[in-house]
């Protein structure tokens, strides 16, 4: 069993930043692949950026390519989510989630999941 904490949401101005963790218990974050996800209200829940068991590979949804990026450290069991120029679309619940095998862009492929952590951009 592994869970899953994220932090580092806020409110922020648009062009603004925000660093989002997410630490992980249990089993060695190491065996997991793990991605980030987000969701507006109403709104389904979507792919943000994922990340392989090394680190090295990564994917970006379109809307956040060269705006977002995702990172992890495996000795801290932790992987990131740096975003930067920030807009008022990138409103949502952040989520962090972890499967076994490699990168996928579907929710239903990831396992595990964390609760959520709020990020609200303004105008």
């Known amino acids: 069993q592994v869970q899953l904490v994220e932090s580092g949401g806020g409110l922020v101005q648009a062009g603004g930043s925000l660093r989002l963790s997410c630490t992980t218990s249990?089993?060695?974050?190491?065996?997991?692949?793990m991605g980030w996800f987000r969701q507006a209200p109403g709104k389904e829940r979507e792919f943000v950026a994922a990340v392989s068991r090394s680190g090295g590979s990564t994917g970006y949804a379109d809307s956040v390519k060269g705006r977002f990026s995702i990172s992890r450290d495996n000795a801290k069991n932790a992987v990131y989510l740096q975003m930067n120029s920030l807009k008022p679309e990138d409103t949502a619940v952040y989520y962090c989630?972890?499967?076994?095998?490699?990168?996928?862009?579907?929710?239903?492929?990831?396992?595990?999941w964390g609760q959520g952590t709020q990020v609200t951009v303004s105008s």
């Open positions: 989630a972890a499967r076994i095998l490699g990168l996928e862009v579907a929710p239903v492929a990831y396992k595990y």
């Open positions: 249990g089993r060695t974050q190491g065996s997991y692949a």
